[in-house]
């Protein structure tokens, strides 16, 4: 009897030692996992995101890689001349104030004596205001009022000019039309109404040689005169990287959409000279892209 008693009293000895460590064994896997969720976490916070990969050196490559043929040069289809809207207004030409620009106006009185087309389009696009005991002013205007203008102000009319100065590409300060008042009419620089019909481009091929290179203002070509007269415009860029290929006798066929009035526009002549931006153009057995 006191032998069995023995045994049964060692036996719950025995039973809750092993419940005692199965817990503790519990606690510590716990207080283990625990630990490592917090590691993990931190790590998480401090390790910062792998940077971004750099760009290619050179900026953006052609199709195919930088040792790639003659492809797309750069350059959108707003990047040649006569692209986009004109004049010194908030989105115009060379030279016009960028969107947000503040300017100080100046009221101008004096003679207008005559109209300009400063451009390869020869549109009406300036003119010439003589103020009493001041030099005479060159005014430039949005293309698309020039119509309204010239119905308002004739050449020799008396008129007031509000406008502002501005220095040009080539530095010299130019006097950009706001708006011109000629007896009771007023006729003011406004965005121009989308035409309920869209004009139709038209595509041409031309081919000759070069006749002459015209430049701009900044003393950089921009635009080519064909030896038939077709005037043949391209992209900054396209003249920068094609520069060495571009010169007086070389012959080149180029495609592209021809020029069309837009409303509002007077002509400086009867017979307007027919204009091509160009779209590919091919020199020396090379077909290049210059859109």
């Known amino acids: 009897m006191r032998n069995l008693l023995a045994s049964a009293t060692l036996f719950a000895a025995l039973l809750f030692a092993g419940t005692a460590h199965a817990q503790q064994t519990v606690v510590k896997t716990k207080t283990k996992s625990a630990r490592n969720a917090a590691k993990t976490a931190a790590n998480a916070t401090t390790t910062p995101p792998p940077a971004p990969l750099a760009p290619p050196v050179g900026g953006p490559q052609r199709p195919g890689g930088p040792n790639a043929g003659p492809g797309p040069l750069p350059g959108g289809p707003d990047g040649g001349p006569g692209r986009g809207p004109q004049g010194p207004g908030p989105k115009g030409g060379p030279g016009g104030p960028r969107g947000g620009q503040v300017q100080a106006l100046t009221d101008v009185r004096g003679t207008l004596t005559a109209y300009q087309a400063l451009n390869d389009e020869q549109v009406y696009d300036a003119f010439v205001l003589r103020a009493d005991g001041a030099p005479a002013d060159t005014v430039h205007f949005p293309r698309h009022i020039g119509q309204q203008l010239m119905a308002a102000a004739k050449t020799g009319s008396a008129v007031t000019v509000s406008g502002f100065r501005q220095a040009g590409p080539d530095g010299r300060n130019r006097f950009h039309f706001v708006s011109l008042t000629s007896g009771s009419q007023t006729v003011a620089d406004a965005r121009p109404t989308p035409p309920a019909t869209p004009p139709t481009e038209t595509s041409a091929t031309v081919r000759g040689t070069v006749r002459e290179l015209r430049r701009g203002p900044n003393g950089r070509v921009r635009s080519l005169v064909l030896s038939d007269q077709t005037v043949l415009q391209l992209s900054p860029i396209a003249v920068e990287q094609l520069a060495d290929k571009l010169t007086v006798g070389a012959s080149l066929e180029a495609t592209g959409a021809v020029r069309t009035a837009r409303p509002g526009e007077a002509l400086a002549t009867t017979t ?3 204009v091509v931006h160009a ?13």
């Open 272 to 274: 307007p000279a027919r």
């Open 279 to 291: 779209e590919t153009l091919t020199l020396g057995g090379t077909k290049y892209l210059v859109r």
